[in-house]
């Protein structure tokens, strides 16, 4: 499939390293004043868990801090970068009108104004890090006296059951899709879905003043591999700008506004381009998007769409992310890694066979951890 600005997007690391630094230092602070009980007495207790819970919220607090203006530094270049990519993608109408392909201060507007408004939302969302971090440093630390009572246990052991959720899903925040939904997700993924989702908005509003400007009257949506099942019906078709549809050299085009609203369903990577009807050519062949739409993979034994083995892939990188990470919190505390590395072993193991047998390219890129 061809390469587009949310693809480009999508695969830009810049702020994946920005929130891992962050997640990996405020986990291991949580996990350093944990292990650090183990040579408190009763009597100082109460008044350690008060100082380090404070250590912990200022340190929280610094991180957000750096975190906001490292990605305020980055944002602005990084949806630029992806607008031109976008803007460059409408080449040929530009030059069937004779027209320069020059970003306009109307486009140009449109972006600042997504990047001004995604940093005003990362700077809520983070605003409510240093509560969730705190929250789960007591919870850490209520845990490990749970395990110390039950007895028959390491310090070292109930080091690690006490930090093990903090450890696998780090500092959790809500993040809300655009049908309303709000989910609980790491850092990284929250911001990035909110970069991912306001510059698309942003770039089918582009796309609506390119049409304008230059007076088309339909609308390409673009292909993406393994598309979810609901997107298949519309994805690569040319539609009418119309709401009554159009014909064109005999030919009807359905209203475009028929699945308009799909293109804001979480996650998507689809896009509508501007075209003219009856001029312009769809990238793939009806033939083509048959084969495409109807792909299918055998998994134990049964046969599922090609989405859902990308599903399923998904899952296990997302687990053995949180493994790595679990990994090195415990190494930088210098806690025993064996059980960890061993469960690691088996995720790789599980993950490569996976594919294997659906036969999906294995993403060594969503397995990495910066």
Known sequence: MKKDYLEELENDETIMEIYYKFYMNVVTAIIHNIKGLE???????????KKTTKEIVNKTNKEVLKTNNEIKKDLGKTMKKAAGTKLNSMKEIYEYKKVPLIMTKTQLDIVNSAVSKTFKEIKKD??????NAKNEYIKSVNKYSEELLKGNITHQEAVKRATKEV???????????????????????????NIFGNMK?????????????????GWLTTVTDHARPTHRVWQGRMFADSPAGKIVNGRYYEPFNKYADELNDYNCGHEAQPVFLGIAKPEYSRK????????????????????????????????IRHT???????????LDTKEEKNRLQKEYKKY???????????????????
């Open 352 to 370: 490569r066979e996976a594919s294997k047998e659906m036969n999906l390219d294995q993403k060594y890129r969503n397995l990495r951890t910066f």
């Open 39 to 49: 040579n408190v007495s009763d009597a100082e207790y109460r008044q350690y868990v």
């Open 167 to 193: 450890r696998e899903k780090g500092i959790r925040m809500s993040y809300k899709r655009k049908d309303g939904t709000v989910v609980k997700v790491e850092p990284d993924v929250a911001v990035k879905r």
């Open 324 to 334: 790595k990470r679990n990994i090195e919190a415990l190494e930088k505390e210098g």
């Open 126 to 131: 983070n605003a409510k890090l240093t509560s």
């Open 288 to 319: 083509e998007l048959e084969r495409i739409n109807n792909k299918t993979v055998r998994y134990k034994g049964k046969t599922i769409s090609d989405y859902e083995g990308t599903q399923i892939q998904r899952r296990m990188e997302n687990q």
């Open 201 to 217: 908005e942003a770039g089918q509003q582009i796309n609506q003043n390119v049409a304008e400007e230059l007076g088309t009257d």
